[in-house]
T-cell receptor
Framework: NAGVTQTPKFQVLKTGQSMTLQCAQD?????MYWYRQDPGMGLRLIYYSASEGTTDKGEVPNGYNVSRLNKREFSLRLESAAPSQTSVYFC???????????FGPGTRLTVL | GDSVTQMEGPVTLSEEAFLTINCTYT??????LFWYVQYPGEGLQLLLK?????DKGSNKGFEATYRKETTSFHLEKGSVQVSDSAVYFC????????????FGAGTRLAVHP
């Protein structure tokens, strides 16, 4: 039981490049989330998916797209990376009974 | 809208000192409240939670009580250890549904021997 896994752990991009961050969970959770963590700002929600086949914008969705590929996987795509997207990205999943979110280890992204 | 405010860090303590990290919230209704901990280089882990007023969450010697009258959920520990050094996040469950968490900015705790 791996919980929530994320790939890659680290990534460096140049401005304008694209990439996809991968996330998978093996806890059979319906809901999945993408957050970004910036110094002094806590975690801010980028996108979430309440269930397979649905996605919704969070607090800071601009510059990102997501895909809920199936119940297990939820990917985050940066189409044209900008330095303002330098951050640590966390994926999380939760059930709807106990409302506890479980987090992955994070992806540290630097955009030059 | 819903929000969480935490005391700014860093908080620096000696081992065996008493810890308090303040957290207050603004929300519609009575949301569930959480404390998460992030150890260096890791993701967030749930430390404790409380789902209704006057509930006390506890785990690993940490405690927090859901105070409706003061809209607070302060984190306390009677005797901290070096291994408690981490960043602590207070969060509430957004009342609009979909299990969305709203986080405070985080408080860094450094415990010295």
């Amino acid at each position: 039981n791996a919980g929530v896994t994320q790939t890659p752990k680290f990534q460096v991009l140049k401005t304008g490049q694209s990439m996809t961050l991968q996330c998978a969970q093996d806890m059979n959770h319906n809901s999945m989330y993408w957050y970004r963590q910036d110094p002094g700002m806590g975690l801010r929600l980028i996108y979430y998916s309440a269930s397979e086949g649905t996605t919704d914008k969070g607090e800071v969705p601009n510059g990102y797209n997501v895909s809920r590929l199936n119940k297990r996987e939820f990917s985050l795509r940066l189409e044209s990376a900008a330095p303002s997207q330098t951050s640590v990205y966390f994926c999380a999943s939760s059930d709807q009974v106990y409302n506890e979110q479980f987090f992955g280890p994070g992806t540290r992204l630097t955009v030059l | 809208g819903d929000s969480v405010t935490q005391m700014e860090g860093p908080v620096t303590l000696s081992e065996e000192a008493f810890l308090t990290i303040n957290c207050t919230y603004t929300a519609t209704g009575y949301p569930s409240l959480f404390w998460y901990v992030q150890y260096p280089g890791e993701g967030l882990q749930l430390l404790l939670k409380a789902t209704k007023a006057d509930d006390k969450g506890s785990n690993k010697g940490f405690e927090a009580t859901y105070r409706k009258e003061t809209t607070s959920f302060h984190l306390e520990k009677g005797s901290v250890q070096v291994s408690d050094s981490a960043v602590y996040f207070c969060a509430l469950l957004f009342s609009g549904g979909y299990n969305k968490l709203i986080f405070g900015a985080g408080t860094r705790l450094a415990v010295h021997p």
